[in-house]
């Protein structure tokens, strides 16, 4: 079964302390890598989409990378507005969109 | 712009009833998915139209159906309400579908008494 797993699942960093979260799946028939942003009583925010291994994509203080492995969420000196669930999904050949359950990021001021 | 909007925002039933749900798509967006999700998970699947037609279905039981109008709204229909059925329901739409990123609404929280 297709599955995509995240990690940790609650990460606390304080104000401009940079990290990375992790997002590994199933290595067979990746068709597509998506992150998310989830903010409490709120639908997933889309942030951005990878295709192919070694593709990059970057907003604000945000970077996402794909390995054939696994996906990497960067977070460069975050602010305390950066604290929220990110989601990591993905579509296998069935075509439909596997969730991991997603890190519950905290900065603190 | 508006973006995906699900009615109603919350809603309380009894075991054994029945529900209806509710989503409007982005403008041009052909295909809908729903989604269930339980507190401290990820969405998990439930369905996906295109064009009116089913595309895919989630490991869900056959108390839930959907639909898809020419207008490309959508309903998602659950019977028989049970305890477990208490969760999000989020609807998200795209362009056609398949690899393309999908775009959520703020869901529609069900509880079951």
């Known amino acids: 079964e297709d599955q995509v797993t995240q990690s940790p699942e609650a990460l606390r960093l304080q104000e401009g302390e940079s990290s990375s979260l992790n997002c590994s799946y199933t290595v067979s028939g990746l068709r597509g890598l998506f992150w998310y942003r989830q903010d409490p009583g709120k639908g997933p925010e889309f942030l951005f989409t990878l295709y192919s291994a070694g593709e990059e994509k970057e907003k604000e203080r945000l970077k996402a990378t794909l390995t054939k492995k696994e996906s990497f969420l960067h977070i460069t000196a975050p602010k305390p507005e950066d604290s929220a669930t990110y989601l990591c999904a993905a579509i296998f050949g069935n075509e439909k969109l596997t969730f991991g359950t997603g890190t519950r990021l905290t900065i603190i001021p | 712009d508006a973006g995906v909007t699900q009615s109603p925002t919350h809603l309380i039933k009894t075991r054994g009833q029945h529900v209806t749900l509710r989503c409007s798509p982005i403008s041009g967006h052909k295909s809908v998915s729903w989604y269930q999700q339980v507190l401290g998970q990820g969405p998990q699947f439930i369905f996906q139209y295109y064009e009116k037609e089913e595309r895919g279905r989630g490991n869900f039981p056959d108390r839930f159906s959907a639909r898809q109008f020419p207008n490309y709204s959508s309903e998602l229909n659950v019977n028989a309400l049970l305890l477990g059925d208490s969760a999000l329901y989020l609807c998200?739409?795209?362009?056609?579908?398949?690899?393309?990123?999908?775009?959520f609404g703020d869901g529609t929280r069900l509880s079951i008494l």
């Open positions: 998200a739409s795209s362009v056609q579908g398949k690899d393309q990123p999908q775009h």
